[in-house]
């Protein structure tokens, strides 16, 4: 796989696994699952877009990092939502416009959720698609990831457990997502963004070669 | 799977691999955690069967400049305190190697043979002093009370010290101030998730704000409840009619399970909350060809500056408030390296209104620098300049 592009959005895929869930993997570990989250948008908020099913415990979590580094969430953060779920979504949810919605296939969740899925990997081209804990949703995503036309690095986080772990074995990636605690560092690295790589408020005021965003921090004459 | 690793390098003698065995020991007794299968501790040769995710930290015993080469320096990776020790009246230099000169180490004073305080430091790196230990009970008192107060007592019977939210804010209302920097302050937050707990208690926007900051969440499910979703990042323990008894409060058998599930999480926190900011401080300073040299006594991680500078920057997990910058200050003057000290936090999820203050008690307090660790490169160059 060559270098990523850096114009192409991150597709996140994440969750904590319920063993009462019909759709469980294994065991996941919660800690690891928010930290691995907050330091992915750490690393990538103002620096790449963002793509994800709109996860009602993640949601609020972006809110606060966003406004906490000054980079406008509307903008670098895409949510799909199906209106199956409609009773369950955060009441600020309509404040923001970036929220696609889909429609609900009558009762049926896990076809409004193919429906969704569907729309939300097609319609965006995708560099990278993190994945980090969850269920079988974890291996529906990576799927039609997979079955999509452009080539799309796939970071299955498998120190997070869960779905991830199963798919980490299953596509034999990069050991270093099993053992690499510090996920601010794994981050960078897995994704290629130079921590020199500037944030910008809105995806339009980015430039588009990497170069461009360069600024390192004055050293000493 | 031990919550809590300790692990005992370099070159103790037997009477200090014995007493400190003896206070470690002491220690988990106090905290009511069985050794080793919740506190463990070993020498470098058991060093391999450690947990990686627990809350670790290491001394290690100078006088064997060769001693636990590699280990030293795979934990240093990891991002794991290892602290330098060696008898008062020793040269620091002769005795331990290279890879840790530039760490904050421990002197032991002349005729102690009781190595209570380098206990203390060993146990302060993985939070456990009872100090350290704050946990967080939010509840809906109309449906939850006699759990709440039953979890209040076994936790207090541990050690810990439990804040239990009783305040029933109305949805909408801001946070109150104190509450959230108390909140902010525990490692752990316990949530009783009841039918009604949404609709009085917190709002997804507050939980939100929380997780950002890297509190961990275990969630009781109680009876019949279809869980919120909006909690699913949480450790859940979902509750059914046989855990409780008939006057509303938990089994022991089921509390039991609760309160482990509990301290576990809280290792995990603690393990999860002080690597990502030192992973986000090693970004910094290598963004400015300065170095990370390593982390040691009272969790102080050593930074070389371009110009040779050396600087200790004392993390702060929670918010940083005045009291901890003279608590940085007063550690700094005892460090057995001097160099200037640095506090160092992460500025996501605190309110402007409290960054304000920071920023005019940074300019008002010459004695230590109280740095946004998202700034740090930035303002470390300049201050280097």
């Given at each position: 796989m060559g270098q990523l592009s850096g114009s192409g959005a991150i597709f996140l895929?994440?969750?904590?696994p319920?063993?009462?869930?019909?759709?469980?993997?294994?065991?996941?570990?919660?800690?690891?699952?928010?930290?691995?989250?907050?330091?992915?948008?750490?690393?990538?908020?103002?620096?790449?877009?963002?793509?994800?099913?709109?996860?009602?415990?993640?949601?609020?979590?972006?809110?606060?990092?966003?406004e906490a580094m000054n980079v406008d969430y509307s903008g670098w953060v895409r949510l799909y939502?199906?209106?199956?779920?409609?009773?369950?979504?955060?009441?600020?949810?309509?404040?923001?416009?970036?929220?696609?919605?889909?429609?609900?296939?009558?009762?049926?969740?896990?076809?409004?959720?193919?429906?969704?899925?569907?729309?939300?990997?097609?319609?965006?081209?995708?560099?990278?698609?993190?994945?980090?804990?969850?269920?079988?949703?974890?291996?529906?995503?990576?799927?039609?990831?997979?079955?999509?036309?452009?080539?799309?690095?796939?970071?299955?986080?498998a120190s997070t457990g869960g779905a991830a772990l199963s798919l980490h074995q299953q596509v034999q990636a990069d050991p270093e997502l099993e053992e690499e605690l510090d996920y601010v560092s794994l981050f960078h690295k897995q994704l290629e963004i130079d921590p020199n790589e500037r944030r910008y408020r809105t995806p339009s005021e980015q430039p588009v070669e990497i170069a461009d965003r360069i600024t390192v921090p004055f050293s000493r004459e | 799977m031990a919550f809590y690793e300790l692990l005992i390098l370099g070159k103790p003698e037997k009477w200090q691999m014995a007493a400190l065995a003896?206070?470690?020991?002491?220690?988990?007794?106090?905290?009511?955690?069985?050794?080793?299968?919740?506190?463990?501790?070993?020498?470098?040769?058991?060093?391999?069967?450690r947990e990686r995710k627990a809350a670790t930290a290491a001394v290690f015993f100078g006088g064997d400049l060769d001693a636990d080469g590699e280990l030293v320096a795979e934990l240093q990776a990891d991002e794991i305190p290892v602290i330098p020790v060696v008898a008062a009246g020793t040269s620091f230099?002769?005795?331990?190697?290279?890879?840790?000169?530039?760490?904050?180490?421990?002197?032991?004073?002349?005729?102690?043979?009781?190595?209570?305080?380098?206990?203390?430091?060993?146990?302060?790196?993985?939070?456990?002093?009872?100090?350290?230990?704050r946990v967080f009970v939010s509840y809906r008192r109309t449906e939850s009370r006699e759990v709440a107060v039953q979890l209040h007592d076994l936790l207090s019977a541990r050690n810990f010290d439990v804040f239990l939210d009783t305040h029933d804010i109305r949805p909408g209302k801001p946070f109150q101030e104190m509450l959230w920097h108390r909140l902010v302050d525990c490692d752990l937050v316990i949530v009783l998730d009841t039918p009604d707990y949404f609709g009085s208690k917190w709002t997804t926007q507050e939980f939100g704000r929380a997780l950002a900051k890297g509190?961990?969440?275990?969630?009781?499910?109680?009876?019949?409840?279809?869980?919120?979703?909006?909690?699913?990042?949480?450790?859940?323990?979902?509750?059914?009619?046989?855990?409780?008894?008939?006057?509303?409060?938990?089994?022991?058998?089921?509390?039991?399970?609760?309160?482990?599930?509990?301290?576990?999480?809280?290792?995990?926190?603690?393990?999860?909350?002080h690597l990502e900011i030192a992973g986000k401080l090693r970004l910094e300073i290598e963004r400015i060809g300065g170095r990370?040299?390593?982390?040691?006594?009272?969790?102080?991680?050593?930074?070389?500056?371009?110009?040779?500078?050396?600087?200790?920057?004392?993390?702060?997990?929670?918010?940083?408030?005045?009291?901890?910058?003279?608590?940085?200050?007063?550690?700094?003057?005892?460090?057995?390296?001097?160099?200037?000290?640095l506090l160092i936090y992460d500025h996501v999820g605190i309110r402007d209104a409290w960054l304000d203050h920071l920023k005019w008690l940074d300019t008002h307090i010459s004695a230590v620098r109280a740095l946004r660790v998202m700034d740090a490169a930035w303002e470390l160059v300049a201050w280097d300049n």
């Open positions: 895929s994440a969750g904590v319920d063993p009462d869930a019909k759709h469980f993997m294994g065991e996941g570990d919660s800690a690891a699952i928010t930290a691995a989250v907050s330091a992915l948008l750490y690393v990538a908020l103002g620096r790449r877009r963002l793509v994800w099913g709109g996860h009602p415990a993640i949601t609020p979590m972006v809110w606060s990092v966003a939502q199906t209106l199956a779920f409609k009773d369950d979504f955060p009441e600020e949810t309509a404040k923001f416009q970036n929220v696609v919605f889909t429609e609900a296939v009558g009762s049926d969740i896990p076809l409004s959720l193919e429906v969704m899925r569907k729309k939300m990997i097609g319609d965006t081209s995708f560099d990278v698609a993190v994945f980090i804990g969850g269920m079988a949703g974890i291996m529906e995503e990576y799927e039609l990831i997979r079955a999509s036309a452009c080539p799309v690095k796939i970071i299955p986080l | 003896d206070r470690l020991t002491e220690a988990a007794q106090v905290f009511d955690l069985d050794v080793p299968s919740q506190l463990a501790w070993r020498s470098a040769d058991q060093a391999s069967h230099n002769d005795q331990v190697p290279d890879a840790l000169r530039s760490t904050n180490g421990y002197f032991i004073p002349d005729g102690d043979d009781q190595l209570e305080a380098l206990a203390a430091v060993l146990l302060e790196s993985v939070g456990l002093l009872h100090e350290q230990r509190i961990h969440i275990l969630r009781l499910i109680w009876p019949g409840h279809a869980p919120s979703r909006h909690l699913s990042l949480a450790d859940s323990i979902p509750l059914s009619g046989l855990d409780f008894t008939p006057d509303n409060r938990l089994t022991a058998a089921s509390i039991g399970h609760i309160v482990q599930r509990a301290e576990r999480l809280r290792s995990r926190s603690i393990a999860t909350r990370f040299e390593g982390i040691g006594a009272h969790r102080s991680i050593s930074l070389s500056l371009p110009s040779g500078r050396r600087v200790w920057a004392y993390p702060a997990v929670g918010i940083p408030t005045a009291d901890i910058l003279n608590d940085v200050q007063s550690k700094a003057e005892k460090a057995v390296t001097k160099g200037f000290p």
